[in-house]
């Protein structure tokens, strides 16, 4: 009996030391007592986020203010939040493109990776190899250099694919999804002249505005095919920001088929910032849709959208080979340099891009960042199957979509400029052609 | 007795038609709001429906939307304060048609009120993060200033215009001070014109977006920021973001019907002179 | 008597006080970046008149310039005219003009936010309730904020609704505040509604016409909500203007002595209509 009881109280106590164990190694609670100001912009991680919040204040005794915002105000506010003398916030959502190297370029943000080579600092748990390299090679600077520093953790990435209306492919395409890109352009064509003003072929962002660049950019990925791409400049550029080729035939090509999807739209499809695009395909009006793999979630929510249950989901088509090449994008997570709280804002960072979170927003985003989210059987079940198998595959074949370099978002208005012009009818190289003249003295 | 029926039918046909067109569109935000997602947008659109009220509860409920709400009302209620305190001796001294400078001051009055927002909130908003005053509702109050001052000095001048000059200087003779004068005499005269013009400010001030993007973060946030707020990435939610317009429109149109009488009235007595 | 000569100049010291520290270090501080390459980071720069000669020289910059131009001219005359038109409609009305007046007024208490929003909801070709009225009556509708020849007069539209409140309650006051001899002695000649109209009611409303104007001309070469929150400048840089040209260039591209190099050539244009205007005023009253 005695020696039972002594059995259960060695089990009971070896238990409570592996429970507290981690704690030993690795102090949650160092930072205890600060209040900390967190910056997003309105996402479905910004969703998952306020859900979870209470979890960190209680594991670390952080208590954290949220302010959010939607996301083209956010980017206004947040850009002038962290570049100003006095602390604004301390931790902030950042687009991982031109907009994180420009703060860099400003001194603005904080270099993360001597905090993860602290383990004082750092959970030995944290696992930043887990990350996909390309990501955080994004977020690295200076640009392919050694002594890069890190300076953002992606939490959610998109990638580009073609979302389709189950229903209307049936119905006028006899169900065949298209296989090639020129496919994809002439189908949405016919859907559009057979759609008596009701159906249409495709909806597009198509509005002025330097937010579909990843879209955009994603598409002539497409046509551009295999050939190498070197960052900083990216597609737009033959490796050095003297050569731009933005009049390049794969560069037309794939100009011209955002182009073709844009005509094959509805026919204010020019007024439509994402917002809009998508609500059309959520209301059933089109049968195809090609954008961020982070709408996919909301489409299959029946509160917002009529063709839950009815969408389908496939890489880009290709436009020449077997395989169809597309862009990646990514929301990261910064400490801005102004902050007074560097240390609870670190804490926090941690916690929201661990595994455990990573999961649990990426369940609302559809684009967990972290590699082993995609073997995470619960993650995977909250997502659409297809979904899932789209977004894999396409991301076995994507390139980041951003260009480093100051002003970019300029010349990506002049890009949109050229794909209204060839969807209005104008001869994609000449349009191109004349984009190139038209940036030729831009560069030095 | 044709003519005068006719013409009464005339107009009749031109205010309802107007009243009708500028109704309709604040109409459709509110049927959006009370509808489910699926008839929103449905087209031909659904007239008939059992209206959904969640959208204006979970509207009020999300977190910032009511402490944006009572933002506004306090800029609002400081930057009429402001204005009436600093804007009514100097509307008073404008008046008088002999004071050197005035034609300069009015032009300068006119100068403030032009500058566009994209001159003004970056050099602002430096100062105000070096004295303090950003993110707060008094700094938001004061930087209105920029466009409600000129309206407010404006508006009540021409007010101030009307009052016979002959009660202010009776009453001098009784030994007031211009002080006196001015806050037991004209303002109690210009008073419907007053609350006119203390309404338009408001209204501006009330929709005002860049300014208060710029120089406002998470303590003074106003209203129509929160309503942009509703356009979250990926997730716009039509349903709350209408309810939230028609809650910010509420207590405007408030206003309206309970003022609308006394703005025709008070703006009358100043208009013409 | 002695009193009335003493002049309480104390009496504007708060307001100049303020006006001054509202105009003159904003103003000051933005002419000083308009002659550098500051963008918010390492760079800052002496550069001269170079961002005024890029302001000055570049096609984009006078396209913008003209299409402010183009809209704030067609927003205030039609405005203006409408206005007008409704007050002198609604003057007239005994019955029912209290909430006749109060829905007139409704649309100018929305936030440019909200109007856009609605808006474009409403001019949607396909899930929009406009062409789907228009359709009832056999016209097939345009595709409004979507196209180079409709964009800009769709914004006029939404300007037209949004603020004509604006003109109309002015006017509507000023009509009421008018003195009842005229008219009568005109009635007694025998004078038509027209005569009437041209000949007593306009130049006795032409002060407040004018002070209208300017305010509504002011505000419409500033416009910037409806068009950020529509087109976003475009189809084809159709309705792109100054203010969304300036956010860019400073909020985007990072640019801020460019964009300040715009505001304050805008705000010279401005200033200049803005006294030809109250030249008109002083003509005026000078010749009355």
Redesign the interface.
Known sequence: MAARIHRRLLLSALALASLTAPAFAFDWKAQSGQEITVMVSENPWTTGLRAHIAEFEAETGIKVTLTAFAEDLYSDRMNLAVRSTESVADAYMVQMDSALFEQWSADAVEPLSPYLADTAKTDAGYDLEDYPAGFRAGASFPVDDRAAQLYAIPISFETYILFYNKDLVAKYLDGKVPATMDDLITAAATVSAAGEGKDFGATMRGKLSAELVDTMTGIVFDAWGGDAVKLPENVWFDGDWTKPRFNDAKIAKGLSYYAGLLKAGPPSVMSYGWEDASRFFADGHAAFFVDASVFGPSFESPDSSKVAGKVGYAPLPPSAGDVGYSGHWSWGISIPKNSQKKDAAWLFLQWATGKAMTNEFGKLTGGAPRLSSWDDAGYKAALNPEYVAAVQTQMQHTRPTSVFREGWSEVVLQIVDTIQQIAGGADPQEATNALQDQLAGTFQ | MKPKFL??L???T???T??????F??L??AM?ALKD??DA?A???VWLFTPVWEHFEKAWMT??FSGAFLNSVMVCVMGNV?AF???I??A???N?RR?PGRKA?L??????????????V??????Y??IGL??TVIGLA??Y??FT???T??LVRAFFADVPASLAEAA?LEGAT??QI?WKIYVPIAAPGLA?TAILNA?KM??E??IA??LT??NAQTV??A????????????GA??AA?II??LP??L???LA??H??????????? | MQRTAFSPYWLLVPALTVLALNTFYPVLYSVYLSFTDWNWGKTSNFVGLKNFITVLTKAQYRDAFLNTLVFSVSAVVIETLLGLGLALAINGITRGAGLIRTLLLLPLMVSGIAVSLVWKVLLDPTQGVVNYFLSLIGIEGPAWLGTVPWAMPSIIMIDTWWQTAFSFIILSSALKGLPAEPFEAARLEGATAWQTFRHITLPMLKPVLITVIIFRTVDTLKIFDIIFGTTGGGPLRATEVVQTLAYQTAFKFHRFGESAAISVVFSLIILVLCLAYLRLDTDEKDAS
């Open positions: 013409s009464h005339g107009r009749y031109v205010a309802i107007a009243a009708v067109v500028s109704f569109p604040i459709w935000i959006i997602r699926a947008f087209m031909p659109p977190s910032g402001l305190a600093i804007g001796p100097a008073y001294m404008l008088q004071m001051i032009v300068w009055l006119l100068i403030s009120y032009m500058l566009p927002e994209f001159l003004f970056i050099p602002v908003y430096v100062l993060q070096q950003y993110d004061v930087i200033q920029i001052l000129p309206f000095i404006w001098r211009t002080w001015i006119a209204i009330w929709n977006l860049t993007l710029a973060f998470n129509t920021l309503v942009a707020g509703f356009r979250g990435y990926a997730s716009i939610d039509w973001m209408s317009s910010v429109i405007m149109a206003f309206a019907i609308q009488r703005i025709v009235q008070g703006l009358s007595l100043g208009s013409v002179k």
